[in-house]
């Protein structure tokens, strides 16, 4: 039972680790200079509701792995089933923003 605990308190970390990434690297997007401005604010807009919604389930199982007071089959599987749907949900907040900066960066060096 200590590994479970240990599994779920390092998937907290390791995923507040990578939400906080995620925060950061949308901080520092630059916008690009080619007049796809309101592209852009779309794309920032959905992927900063994306991290937040992955802020928010983290939050959730943070305290729904604090509340536990016994690891029964019912909270294992519904943390289990929660840190399932955050790590789908932080590979799509990853991949948007790599799309974003990887085709911004081809543009700008095929502009050069």
């Known amino acids: 039972m200590l590994i479970v605990l240990f599994e779920?308190?390092?998937?907290?970390?390791?995923?507040?680790?990578?939400?906080?990434?995620?925060?950061?690297?949308?901080?520092?997007?630059?916008?690009?200079?080619?007049?796809?401005?309101?592209?852009?604010?779309?794309?920032?807009?959905?992927?900063?509701?994306?991290?937040?919604?992955?802020?928010?389930?983290?939050?959730?199982?943070?305290?729904?792995?604090?509340?536990?007071?016994?690891?029964?089959?019912?909270a294992i599987a519904f943390l289990n089933a929660g840190f399932a749907e955050l790590h789908r949900k932080i590979a799509e907040s990853i991949a948007r923003l790599n799309s974003f900066e990887y085709g911004t960066a081809k543009e700008r060096s095929t502009c050069s």
Not at 16 to 44: C, M, N, Y
Not at 47 to 65: G, I, N, Y
Request: glycine share 4%.
């Open 8 to 74: 779920f308190a390092r998937n907290l970390k390791i995923t507040r680790f990578t939400i906080d990434v995620l925060t950061q690297r949308l901080l520092h997007l630059e916008s690009p200079r080619d007049g796809t401005s309101k592209e852009w604010a779309r794309f920032v807009g959905l992927t900063h509701e994306s991290v937040a919604a992955c802020d928010q389930l983290h939050d959730a199982l943070r305290a729904k792995f604090s509340d536990v007071q016994s690891l029964d089959s019912g």
